[in-house]
């Protein structure tokens, strides 16, 4: 078992190093140091999920307010340097489905994105030194199994906090688990059900027609969590 994990580590060590192609899809996430909580309140998620609307974008944010303004104000005000295909924010950690639109593109978001909330974070609470466990990490997604599942298992995250042992004992309710799903705002999951929610952060587009639609979408979202299997994309995973 210690050799799988350390052979996993490696793996990921060697694909964080390899250069992030333009036009491929990444799971892009991390965690709190010390797995310490890096969102505490409405606000600190809030102020997150505004980070990415505002740093997606070829043009710096000197003054981020001012310039989430501009976009509300003109939404084809910017140039993405990503797209956001899926996200989910969780207490001390964070997952991203994102796709480069252009060379360093990932890279240069998530710097900004990292080093604005940290700086918004610190202020906050009155502390200093990283907020982040290292750089963030990055899993190509390079086949349709792993495509196929990795959405449901970013939008499945939430789960740890009203059922902790979901994964060990499987789900016996779908519908009381989809419920919760539905309710939890700070995931992309509701608007690929139909609800709007964070119209701006994503680009719905490649999910929703590979998923035929909302309908699609739930209904095989349904039927993943009634047998779900992560052997598929361990490697993906933060676990």
């Known amino acids: 078992m210690t050799s799988d994990v350390n052979k996993i580590k490696l793996e990921l060590k060697i694909m964080r190093k390899q250069k992030l192609v333009t036009d491929n899809i990444y799971h892009v996430y991390n965690r709190g140091v010390e797995k310490r909580l890096i969102f505490t309140s409405g606000k600190d998620y809030q102020r997150f999920i505004k980070g990415l609307i505002i740093f997606n974008d070829t043009k710096p944010a000197i003054n981020p307010e001012q310039r989430f303004k501009d976009i509300l104000d003109d939404t084809h005000n910017r140039v993405p340097l990503v797209d956001i295909l899926a996200f989910c924010l969780m207490p001390n950690h964070y997952h991203l489905l994102l796709k480069q639109r252009l060379d360093g593109g990932i890279t240069r978001f998530m710097r900004k994105l990292g080093d604005g909330y940290a700086k918004y974070f610190n202020l906050r609470q009155d502390r200093v030194g990283s907020l982040f466990q290292g750089r963030f990490k990055s899993v190509l997604i390079d086949n349709e199994a792993q495509f196929l599942y990795i959405p449901f298992y970013i939008h499945l995250n939430p789960l740890g906090l009203m059922f902790p042992d979901w994964r060990e004992k499987g789900i016996k309710d779908r519908k009381k688990v989809i419920d919760f799903l539905d309710n939890y705002r700070w995931s992309?999951?509701?608007?690929?059900?139909?609800?709007?929610?964070?119209?701006?952060?994503?680009?719905?587009?490649?999910?929703?027609?590979?998923?035929?639609?909302?309908?699609?979408?739930?209904?095989?979202?349904?039927?993943?969590?009634?047998?779900?299997?992560f052997s598929e994309i361990s490697d993906l995973l933060l676990e």
Not at 190 to 203: H, I, M, Q, T
Not at 209 to 222: L, T
């Open 188 to 229: 992309s999951h509701a608007d690929y059900r139909g609800k709007s929610n964070f119209p701006l952060v994503l680009e719905q587009s490649i999910l929703t027609e590979y998923f035929n639609g909302e309908d699609g979408y739930s209904r095989d979202f349904y039927d993943f969590i009634g047998d779900y299997d």
